[in-house]
């Protein structure tokens, strides 16, 4: 059974770092294209971040040059180094994988960006 667990969630001020992780289980992890996605009450779920199964990444204009998406497929693990956080960055994380075409989400991780 695919699951996904996002961690490393949590409080900082403008300008300081935070890096999520998604563990996966369940399926062959590295195999397929895997996602970060964001949402803030109210608001639909917004592409972050992507990096496809031969490690091309890709991410929205709104993060790109401040977040990093990486991945360690021997601990099943994908991360999003963010830096330089602004307050609109505040938001539920989700990892997300498409796993056999079909799309599988973990529970999500708040990042707070506040002053």
């Known amino acids: 059974q695919v699951q996904f667990v996002e961690s490393g969630g949590g409080s900082v001020r403008p300008g300081e770092s935070l890096t999520l992780s998604c563990v996966g289980s369940g399926f062959r992890f590295g195999w397929w294209i895997m996602y970060w996605y964001r949402q803030v009450p109210g608001k639909e779920r917004e592409w972050v971040a992507e990096?496809?199964?031969?490690?091309?990444?890709r991410y929205a204009d709104s993060v790109n040059g401040r977040f990093n998406i990486s991945r360690d497929i021997a601990k099943k693990t994908m991360f999003l180094q963010m830096d330089n956080l602004k307050p609109e960055d505040t938001a539920v994380y989700y990892c997300r994988g498409d796993i056999d075409l079909r799309p599988y989400w973990g529970p999500g991780t708040q990042v707070t960006v506040s002053s």
């Open positions: 990096i496809t199964s031969l490690g091309g990444k």
